[in-house]
């Protein structure tokens, strides 16, 4: 699988856009990139995921640059429950493989008042 | 989305105890469920793959003996940490997959913190 590269943390005032940067250079053209979050001392929550296109749904965007070796996850008004480590993985279809997600460092965003 | 139940969701045992955590499904079935740890500040760690019906998958480095995993069912998977040492101390969480789900999303317990004295 592919690996990512994300910065470790970000701040992001409530109510604006927070938008979080994936790097995945050396991505494989049936690779996905999936994000999910950890808010503290909980399980991992799934966000969102896509392969080429731009994606959107009720918790955030996924935009994927047209090399499609970076992304950015943009959750459109950060609320202070937001707060969380953002994990950003790429791997081939999780129902492939045996579908087993490995999991970096992430990007632990503070949503600010 | 689905819902993947964990228990217990804290506990503290004595050292070389045996402690054993369970996952279920709750409104799927799921022939694939994986279990992680976490330590403090630090990312997930996969530990191993369990499968309904056979011998689960560990990852390199994890010990098959210490932490023994059954999938006796299509809902259930447990884990069990044995001769619990402090060192064993850990958030371990467990995922399933949804069997046939076309979504590509694993779903995730909320967790199970040991603390081991």
């Known amino acids: 699988d592919a690996k990512t590269t994300q910065p470790p943390s970000m701040d992001c005032a409530e109510g604006r856009a927070a938008n979080l940067p994936c790097n995945h250079s050396?991505?494989?053209?049936?690779?996905?990139v999936y994000w999910y979050r950890q808010i503290h001392s909980q399980g991992p929550q799934y966000i969102i995921h896509?392969?080429?296109n731009n994606e959107t749904n009720e918790m955030a965007s996924l935009i994927i640059t047209e090399d499609r070796k970076s992304s950015t996850l943009i959750l459109p008004h950060a609320t202070l429950r937001d707060t969380a480590v953002y994990y950003c993985i790429v791997r081939v279809a999780l129902y492939n493989q045996g579908g087993k997600l490995i999991f970096g460092q992430g990007t632990e965003l503070s949503v600010k008042p | 989305g689905a819902v993947v139940s964990q228990h217990p969701s804290w506990v503290i045992c004595k050292s070389g105890t045996s402690v054993k955590i369970e996952c279920r499904s709750l409104d799927f079935q799921a022939t694939t469920m994986f279990w992680y740890r976490q330590f403090p500040k630090q990312s997930l760690m996969l530990m191993a793959t369990s499968n309904e019906g056979s011998k689960a998958t560990y990852e390199q480095g994890v010990e098959k003996d210490k932490f023994l995993i059954n999938h006796a069912s299509l809902t259930l998977s447990t884990l069990t940490v044995t001769s619990a040492h402090p060192e064993d101390s850990s958030f371990y969480i467990c995922?399933?997959?949804?069997?046939?789900?076309?979504?590509?999303?694993?779903?995730f317990g909320e967790g199970s913190r040991l603390t081991v004295l």
């Open positions: 050396t991505i494989s053209g049936n690779e996905y």
């Open positions: 995922s399933a997959r949804v069997d046939g789900g076309v979504s590509g999303e694993l779903f």
């Open positions: 896509g392969l080429k």
